[in-house]
């Protein structure tokens, strides 16, 4: 989502978040099956095609396919491609190459949107080290996104992470978004950012986290294809996002089957179709 203000944020219903839920199960089985295929000599069409199978086998529509015209169910975006890249018969990922595979479906109306980068055989380790530290970034972000916190908190938490884990640019120019209704919604969710600014975080609202890192300049430039988003000066980049529900529990992310290690269970919600309430610590 491009950077832009907000008047204000949907509230979701306990209902209207399982319908989330379910369209971001669909979505975190997609991009699983869709990152495993992904070799050298897979081309990015055919990530696409079993991308949109699994969305069809759980009953759940794809939320990219005709949006403003995009033409598939998945973006793939490659090496100093940041985001929007569209999928083709003609890509053909090579040894060493990066893909961000990034994914949105639909329930009953309701949407998520999820992203991972994953390498194509061999990389080098500097790239592996980026898509680590951006993986860490985005739950850094995702922890800080709890009931009565302030929005900025979580673009806070995101640049903190990213900064002291490396030299890397931070896109500005496309950020995190409000989801539920509709794919891309108010507030706006960058990526960077002072803790304690905007809206307030309530139980109910449902936001899109993605930080997007380049190895070079944040700088972005649009392909002529309408759609592509590249890097300025060319330098490669990873891409990561959950859907997360702000709930009395704590941030619920409802595109995720499993947190990654390091994330604690009394810091997110993943793998409940309803978020059970937690207990209090003791002392």
């Known amino acids: 989502m491009r950077s832009r203000r907000a008047p204000g944020v949907q509230i ?7 319908f989330m839920w379910q369209a971001g199960q669909a979505v975190a089985a997609a991009l699983s099956a869709a990152a495993d295929a992904v070799a050298p000599g897979v081309t990015t069409a055919e990530l696409d095609a079993i991308a949109a199978e699994r969305i069809a086998a759980a009953g759940a529509a794809p939320s ?8 598939a169910t998945i973006c793939t975006s490659v090496n100093d491609e940041i985001v929007h890249g569209i999928p083709s018969a003609s890509r053909v990922l090579r040894d060493g190459d990066v893909v961000s595979i990034d994914c949105g479906a639909s329930i009953a109306g309701w949407h998520a949107d999820a992203a991972l980068t994953v390498p194509a055989g061999d990389i080098p380790a500097g790239l592996a080290t ?4 951006c993986e860490r970034a985005l739950w850094q972000g995702i922890a800080a996104a709890r009931a009565g916190a302030r929005l900025s908190d979580i673009s806070a938490a995101v640049e903190r ?3 002291a884990a490396g030299e890397y640019g931070i896109v500005e120019d496309y950020v995190g978004h409000g989801i539920g209704s509709e794919m891309h919604m108010d507030p706006p969710v960058p990526n960077y950012g002072r803790p304690g600014r905007g809206p307030v975080l309530a139980e ?4 899109a986290i993605e930080p997007l890192l380049v190895l070079g300049s944040p700088d972005t430039r649009l392909l002529d294809d309408g759609w592509t988003v590249v890097s ?14 702000i709930t009395a529990q704590g941030p619920w992310v409802l595109t995720a089957p499993a947190a990654p290690a390091g994330i604690r269970a009394d810091q997110v919600i993943v793998r409940a179709a309803v978020p059970a309430r ?3 610590p003791a002392g």
């Open 64 to 71: 990219f396919l005709g949006y403003h015209g995009f033409p």
């Open 204 to 207: 109910g609202m449902a936001l």
């Open 278 to 280: 937690q207990p209090h």
């Open 12 to 18: 979701k219903t306990p209902a209207q978040l399982a």
């Open 130 to 133: 980026l898509i680590g530290d």
């Open 161 to 163: 992470s990213a900064r």
């Open 232 to 245: 300025e000066d060319g330098a490669w980049s990873a891409h990561f996002e959950h859907t997360v529900a």
